[in-house]
């Protein structure tokens, strides 16, 4: 590669990570954000849900005067409220999208790109099946619902099956089937992988982007410890830059 990274995408930061404490929709979004835009390094930022509406409409102000691109991750939300889109039960995965629809609609106002969540448990074997396609039902549902409002590209980000947060999504060959059903109907989908999963998934980068490579759509760069008996083990994200917090790449 003779050219500099930005030529081939957008390097941000993942700014709910950095900053946990907002996780939950409240605090000091303004100042953090503010630090965030005056560092020339980053051209991309990735929020969650804000809580008070004008707290909400200045940070999008500021993160347009810093002409910063915008990513939303919904992920404090369906973790913290344990939103499954991918449940065996009809009326809590309909539950799940509803609500997500509703930050969908936040992503807009803010001007997001991409509209980054997870999925659910991996229920096990026998209900494995059942549970894939719930996830393509919903993801379909959630494309349709973006798409109706102008919104952002809906983004699946994978993380791991069995170590931590145990998701559906998860493996690359499972991630393969879900992409191809969900994008040969909608041109707004995409996958995020996280340099932290591929590990956990017990995967080399080869294993995991090679097959997905047609329906990448962005990626966070974070790192995690795999030996059980280390401090850290899991999806903790230890330091690798400043704060310890994943940074995203946008194409």
Same mark, same amino acid.
């Given at each position: ?77 369906? %973790?913290?409220?344990?939103?499954? *889109?991918?449940? !065996?039960? +009809? $009326?809590? /995965?309909? &539950?799940?999208?509803?609500?997500? @629809? ?89 996958? %995020?992988?996280?340099?932290?999963? *591929?590990?956990? !998934?017990? +995967? $080399?980068? /080869?294993? &995991?982007?090679?097959?997905?490579? @047609? ?37």
């Amino acid at each position: 590669m003779n050219q500099p990274i930005e030529a081939f995408c957008r390097l941000g930061l993942v700014h709910f990570m950095a900053f946990p404490e907002l996780a939950g929709g409240e605090g000091p979004w303004e100042e953090t954000i503010r630090r965030i835009a005056l560092d020339p390094f980053f051209t991309a930022i990735e929020i969650t849900h804000i809580e008070d509406p004008g707290v909400r409409e200045r940070v999008r102000d500021l993160i347009r005067l810093a002409r910063l691109s915008v990513g939303y991750g919904d992920h404090p939300a369906i %973790l913290g409220r344990k939103l499954n *889109i991918n449940a !065996l039960n +009809e $009326s809590e /995965r309909g &539950a799940a999208c509803t609500e997500l @629809k509703k930050h969908m609609d936040e992503a807009f106002f803010m001007g997001a790109e991409t509209f980054v969540i997870l999925s659910g448990k991996d229920p096990g074997d026998p209900d494995r099946e059942k549970a894939v396609a719930a996830l393509v039902k919903s993801l379909d549902e959630l494309c349709v619902y973006s798409a109706s409002i102008g919104g952002p590209r809906v983004l699946l980000e994978l993380f791991d099956c069995e170590v931590d947060k145990c998701c559906l999504m998860g493996p690359t060959s499972l991630a393969v089937k879900v992409a191809e059903e969900v994008g040969v109907r909608r041109n707004n989908f995409g996958l %995020l992988v996280d340099l932290s999963h *591929i590990p956990l !998934l017990q +995967e $080399s980068p /080869r294993q &995991a982007l090679v097959p997905i490579k @047609k329906y990448l759509a962005g990626a966070h760069l974070g790192n995690a410890v795999i030996q059980a008996d280390c401090a850290g083990y899991g999806d903790y994200h230890p330091i690798l830059a400043a704060r310890g917090a994943p940074m995203i790449c946008r194409r």
